[in-house]
């Protein structure tokens, strides 16, 4: 009797043992939990598209960032968060010793990861079987482009800062600058590159998804479920971080024509969709 009551114990201590191994060696155990809707709606877009396990172009390494050690792995769009983000992975590095940017986090993560670990890393989202906690930031697209514009406006002011599509002299109005989105493949080069050309939802499978308009506490959600609370979230580099409505989508694009409209929000079209903001999308093609 005192063996099998023994043998019970021991077999409750190793599932529960198993239970947290499970949790913590698979973060989409709980990853689900946390940001269910975003995911199932990418999950929905993505077979309504046809697009599960859509071939894009190899990864590039220096717009994802991992942090072995709590096991993070994130892809990053410009203006998405992504200075925030470099931020507390610097902190994360250094155990809060040090703030950072994308340039300071590229060199301490050298130090940790070797460039093929970490194609290898990005490669296994691919197949739904990292080990690794991923995820990305989604953003309107309008309100990306507000950021960038706001963005160039400021740091084509500065001293020695010159950019040949942006001039600080005599920079471009806001319709201007739809203008070239709407005409020119790579404007501004990466600034305004579509999430999904990056951080395709469709190919590599994320655990989670943050969304701009609720920023701080998803960043905590992440960095709490992984035990790092202690990193504090702040946003930097804030351009306006709220969404788009339908007033502020007819004033923005009040003088641009039909034709730059519908190039627009077709470069953006899968991007509108996959991060939710298809009331966006409709907005501007009712413009048309």
Known sequence: ?????????????LLFLSLLCILYW??????????????????AVCAAEGREDHAVEPPNLLHWS???????LMCRTAKHGST???????????????????????DLELEKVSPAHKLDLINS???????????????????????????MLHQSSLPGKVFKDFPGVNPPSWDQFLT???????????????????CDPCLYHFDAVVKMETFEEDTRAILEGRGLG???PTHKNNHGSSSSNSQQVGYLFEN????????????????????GYEDTLDEMLSLI
Not at 66 to 72: A, D, F, I, R, T
Not at 262 to 274: S, T
């Open 1 to 13: 009797c005192n063996m099998r009551r023994n043998w019970l114990l021991v077999s409750s201590v």
């Open 26 to 43: 698979n973060p989409t155990s709980h990853s689900l939990s946390l940001f269910p809707q975003p995911l199932q709606h990418l999950h």
């Open 66 to 72: 991992v942090e072995p050690e709590s096991k993070l």
């Open 84 to 106: 925030s983000w470099a931020n507390i992975f610097v902190r994360i590095y250094t155990q809060g010793e040090k703030n950072g940017s994308q340039m300071v986090l590229r």
């Open 125 to 151: 989202l691919k197949f739904g079987q990292s080990q690794y906690f991923s995820f990305f930031v989604c953003r309107n697209p309008v309100d990306k482009m507000v950021s960038v514009y706001n963005y």
């Open 180 to 198: 070239n989105l709407a005409s020119q493949e790579n404007y501004l080069k990466g600034l305004l590159k579509p999430l999904h050309h990056g």
């Open 230 to 232: 202690w990193v504090a």
């Open 256 to 275: 641009t024509t039909k034709g730059e409209i519908q190039a627009i929000a077709e470069k953006y079209r899968l991007d509108f969709k996959l991060c």
